[in-house]
């Protein structure tokens, strides 16, 4: 989906009942149209081996301080799947906390038989619903990470313009009208793109995907 895209979460939720809240708002104070349900999941996978270090073995002939060593990052990967329906899923993988890629349905699978090499540690999981305007998306859900409630995240699409810069103050806006003014929110700030080696004056569902990784860790949710 085109446009800027803005992750954030609201940590003091209270489950149905805020999201119920949001609805009300969504759907009364700006006319919005309920399109249905929504869900995301992001997986934590850990390597049992360290990928750097093992390419470290493969050129050990090489001068040292051209060498690089391996860190905890290096031994982690993200899966993250955006979308309700098995047709209109998106699947993206970020490894090493660097490049997001957008792949294919079967990656999942992929995953799974290669539990020698990357075991699960964690998912965090979204289940809400999508609200349409006249030039935004809307969309909320409540976040269980494994078993625990952990808030509800709101995910705010303004279609059309994708430079994030431009987009952030006009989705402030939609903010404040449907959240309660006492609300705690983690408003996912400074997430840099170039890390994940994307162009950070225009967005692209990779780069919604990163948000989600960017929000998680940061707040060890993940």
């Not at 979308?83 to 995953?111: C, D, I, K, L, W």
């Not at 967005?203 to 948000?211: E, K, N, P, S």
Request: with cysteine; hydrophobic share 35%; glycine share 6%.
């Amino acid at each position: 989906m085109a446009g800027s895209t803005w992750v954030l979460w609201w940590r003091d939720a209270q489950g149905t009942a805020s999201l119920g809240l949001l609805q009300e708002r969504l759907l009364r104070g700006l006319r919005a149209t309920l399109r249905g349900r929504w869900s995301m999941d992001t997986k934590l996978y850990h390597s049992q081996h360290n990928f750097v270090e093992r390419q470290q073995l493969k050129v050990a002939d090489t001068p040292a301080h051209t060498r690089t060593r391996g860190t905890a990052s290096d031994q982690s990967m993200y899966l993250v799947v955006r979308g309700q329906g098995a047709s209109r899923r998106q699947y993206f993988v970020m490894a090493s906390n660097r490049v997001v890629v957008e792949t294919e349905p079967e990656m999942e699978s992929v995953v799974v038989r290669l539990k020698n090499l990357w075991t699960p540690r964690q998912t965090a999981r979204i289940e809400g619903y999508s609200y349409e305007g006249d030039d935004w998306v809307i969309r909320t859900g409540n976040l269980m990470v494994g078993t625990s409630y952990k808030g509800l995240i709101i995910e705010i699409n303004y279609l059309p313009c994708s430079n994030p810069e431009e987009t952030r103050g006009l989705m402030r806006e939609l903010l404040m009208m449907i959240l309660p003014p006492d609300a705690q929110i983690d408003p996912n700030n400074g997430v840099d793109y170039r890390r994940a080696a994307l162009d950070p004056d225009r967005m692209t569902d990779r780069h919604t995907a990163y948000q989600y990784v960017n929000l998680f860790t940061q707040s060890s949710l993940l």
